[in-house]
């Protein structure tokens, strides 16, 4: 069964350029979340989709947006990029239907982002 | 400039020893926490969870322990191996939106 998909791994980036990031989850996944790692604030909640709706979104500026297709595959978007914005974007899966509101997040490799 | 990260407590332990990795959490309301290994290079990975009704969950060399009362979780790896070795995240939250602590470096020396 093959895991969580993102690409790319690495990408360079220019302040105020946008950038794009892709996720496959895990087939049978509806459930696509993303997160931010930095050194400094360590693993923060982006935004989670749940059959195309976002279900829930972290404390993030407008500058950071995604979507979900039909299919599960996600993108997140990154706006007028800032320094700050270098960081590991990690996306991570889950059936994301348990009734009791917990299930277990199945995590990408990452794709790491710097901005120059 | 130099720039600041988070400081992350490490914890060494030798090869054939028992590990114990504490985490604080701050939502009382929390009904589900759960732990991640991280190595160098990829994505946290899924080691084990528990819910609030519960204090103690066994997986394989894994033990969970929960105390709502002071708000601590803490994870046992028995036995520790040198792939042991990585960054352990304690996570509290539910529908795809976890909250993730600092995470403590474990270091087995053999």
């Known amino acids: 069964k093959a895991g969580v998909t993102q690409t790319p791994r690495y990408l360079i980036k220019t302040r105020g350029q946008q950038v794009t990031l892709s996720c496959s989850p895990i087939?049978?996944?509806?459930?696509v979340s993303w997160y931010q790692q930095t050194p400094g604030q360590g693993l923060q909640f982006l935004f989670e989709?749940?059959?195309?709706?976002?279900?829930n979104k972290g404390n993030f500026p407008g500058r950071f947006s995604g979507r979900q297709f039909s299919n599960s595959r996600s993108e997140m978007n990154v706006s007028t990029l800032e320094l700050g914005d270098s960081a590991l974007y990690l996306c991570?899966?889950?059936?994301?239907?348990?009734?009791?509101?917990?299930?277990?997040?199945?995590f990408g490799a990452g794709s790491r982002l710097t901005v120059l | 400039g130099e720039s600041v990260g988070l400081h992350l407590p490490t914890l060494s332990v030798q090869e054939g020893d028992n590990s114990i990795i504490n985490c604080a959490y701050s939502?009382?309301?929390?009904?589900?926490f759960i732990w991640y290994k991280q190595e160098s290079g990829k994505g946290p990975q899924f080691i084990i969870d528990?819910?609030?009704?519960?204090d103690k969950r066994q997986g394989q060399r894994v033990t969970v322990l929960l105390n709502k009362t002071v708000k601590h979780l803490s994870l046992q790896i028995a036995a520790t191996q040198p792939g042991d070795s990585a960054v352990y995240f304690c996570?509290?939250?539910?529908?795809?939106?976890?909250?993730f602590g600092a995470g403590t470096q474990v270091v087995v020396t053999p």
């Open positions: 991570a899966s889950s059936q994301g239907a348990d009734s009791s509101g917990a299930n277990v997040l199945t």
């Open positions: 087939s049978g996944h509806r459930s």
């Open positions: 989709y749940f059959s195309e709706t976002q279900r």
């Open positions: 939502n009382s309301a929390s009904d589900y």
């Open positions: 528990i819910r609030s009704n519960m």
């Open positions: 996570a509290e939250g539910s529908w795809g939106k976890l909250q």
